[in-house]
């Protein structure tokens, strides 16, 4: 437990020397309540940043869902996902999977933690702000219609480290937390673009 | 010269004691919620740190204040950089910029070594990094990225390096006193920025450049490069120079801090913010408050160089 404490306290302080990162409470406070928070996804440290701008008492509770293939491709990955951050592991190719990703989220969410998602499915490294979203969200809103989903802006991070990088360089990050949304008898297709829309707002205007 | 500092540091923490002082009676005056006094007062109590990490660095000496000077090039690089308009194709010039020609810099002004850390980024940074980011085969806006990265490197590290550079300056009869430069320096300019509030707030009416800074005021800056070039006089016996030296070079360090804030006033209106940060309560990012000591250090550095320098 204390290597990976200590592994978590390295991490949060190297997040915050290369980003300086910052936490915009725009929507709601950061306070202890059960939350499903989803981001947009350009880079593998995303969950991090927002992991780091989250209060001590909250970051015990809150875990971010990651990719099985990823974070069990070595024994360092594995370390950082399992043990530091405590990541709900899924199995994204359907082939191949043998838990149901919604019903590992639930199982999480049933003993009281908060879930960082990226709903995107996967990391967004071309031209558009955001991918369209996966349906996975609105079956876990369907599924657990008490708790609230926070949009999470997470901005600059691809700029740190763009795709095929392997050095950060040092770039201001913020991450922006809006306003909550719950289902709200929608279908799935306009459930999911309310939901884009509601995190789209949050980001800071293109510069030319 | 351990005695004079402790003096000197002993003014500086009675300033701020009355300054505190000051603030809490001006708080009880105000309203609560006064927006002016909540940000005095974060001012106040951040220049309370700043402090401390100053004397932190002096008493370490030519390591401490090198240490500290690289560090504060690199939150001004990130900060900087954050506003240009680079391009994963500038990738590895940047990282270039920051991880070898930063530490290299601070390593060329800690051993001394004028020749190259005066030529570093002006000359071999501003050729090479154009070429890493040729390499990529990205043209789209190169000029416009290239330049921005230069600039980025000459304001964060080229010249607040100058900072730390007055101790490797050779004075006759000033040997081993030369921390007294940086702190005369970095005094003289802090507290002319200080004073041109103050002054501001009391009496500024005619705006000088309502376009980029709508708070700098003309009775702001005279009252303040004034009353801020008096105080570098009255402190003419820590440093190489008579009473009236002291008085001219403060006249000029100020007056470059001045424009030195209007300039960055500029880029931070083209990018449409208002502060470089945010790691500096009350003040904004590092750059919002070096950016009077970026211009003012490498001129004076030059000057005292020019006349005061031997071998």
């Known amino acids: 437990m204390s290597a990976a404490r200590a592994a978590a306290a390295l991490i949060v302080g190297f997040a915050r020397a290369i980003t300086a990162v910052r936490g915009i409470w725009q929507g709601v406070a950061p306070v202890q309540a059960q939350r499903i928070y989803y981001a947009n996804h350009a880079s593998h440290g995303d969950f991090v940043l927002v992991w780091t701008v989250l209060p001590r008492a909250l970051r015990a509770r809150t875990r971010p869902v990651a990719g099985a293939d990823y974070w069990q491709a070595s024994r360092l990955k594995r370390f950082i996902g399992r043990d530091v951050f405590n990541a709900v592991l899924i199995d994204r190719d359907p082939a191949t999977r043998r838990a149901d990703p919604i019903a590992q989220m639930g199982n999480a969410l049933a003993s009281g933690d908060s879930l960082i998602l990226f709903p995107e499915g996967t990391r967004n490294t071309g031209g558009q702000r955001l991918l369209p979203f996966k349906s996975g969200l609105f079956h876990l809103a369907t599924q657990n219609p008490g708790i609230d989903l926070v949009p999470v802006w997470i901005e600059n991070l691809n700029r740190v480290m763009p795709k095929g990088a392997h050095i950060p360089i040092p770039l201001i990050c913020t991450v922006t937390f809006g306003a909550p949304l719950r289902l709200d008898g929608e279908d799935k297709a306009p459930f999911l673009s309310r939901a884009e829309a509601a995190l789209l707002a949050l980001a800071p205007p293109e510069r030319p | 010269m351990d005695t004079h500092f402790i003096i000197l540091l002993a003014c500086v923490l009675a300033v701020l004691a009355i300054a505190t002082i000051a603030a ?40 401490g204040v090198v240490i500290l000077f690289a560090l504060c090039s690199f939150a001004a690089l990130r900060e900087f950089l954050t506003l240009t308009n680079t391009r994963a194709a500038d990738h590895w010039a940047l990282v270039a910029a920051v991880f070898v020609v930063l530490p290299l810099q601070y390593i060329l002004v800690g051993i001394g070594w004028y020749g190259l850390y005066s030529v570093l980024i002006p000359v071999y940074a501003f050729l090479f990094m154009p070429i890493l980011s040729a390499l990529r085969g990205q043209s789209d806006n190169f000029l416009i990225r290239v330049s921005e990265a230069q600039w980025a490197l000459m304001i964060a590290v080229f010249c607040v390096s100058h900072v730390p550079a007055l101790l490797s300056l050779n004075i006759p009869g000033y040997e081993g006193k030369n921390l007294f430069l940086i702190f005369f320096l970095i ?125």
Do not use: C
């Not at chain 2, 740190?49 to 660095?57: G, N, Q, S, T």
């Open chain 2, 187 to 311: 005094v003289v300019v802090q507290s002319s920025d200080v004073l041109q509030y103050v002054w501001g707030k009391a009496i500024g009416r005619r705006k000088i450049a309502p376009n980029l800074s709508p708070s700098k005021t003309l009775e702001g800056l005279v009252g303040g490069v004034l009353s801020a070039s008096v105080l570098g006089a009255a402190l003419f016996w820590i440093t190489p120079f008579t009473i009236s030296q002291a008085f001219g070079l403060s006249l000029v360090i100020t007056a470059m801090g001045f424009f030195g804030g209007l300039v960055m006033s500029a880029i931070k209106r083209d990018r449409g913010v208002k502060d470089w940060g945010h790691l500096i309560a009350g003040h904004g990012g590092f750059i919002d408050r070096l950016d009077s000591v970026i211009f003012s250090a490498p001129i004076f550095f030059h000057i005292v160089r020019f006349y005061w320098n031997v071998g």
């Open chain 2, 24 to 63: 809490q009676v001006l708080k009880r005056r105000a309203l609560p919620g006064d927006l002016t006094i909540q940000n005095l007062t974060a001012r106040i109590n951040a220049w309370w740190v700043m402090v401390a990490v100053i004397a932190l660095a002096f008493a370490f000496g030519t390591a």
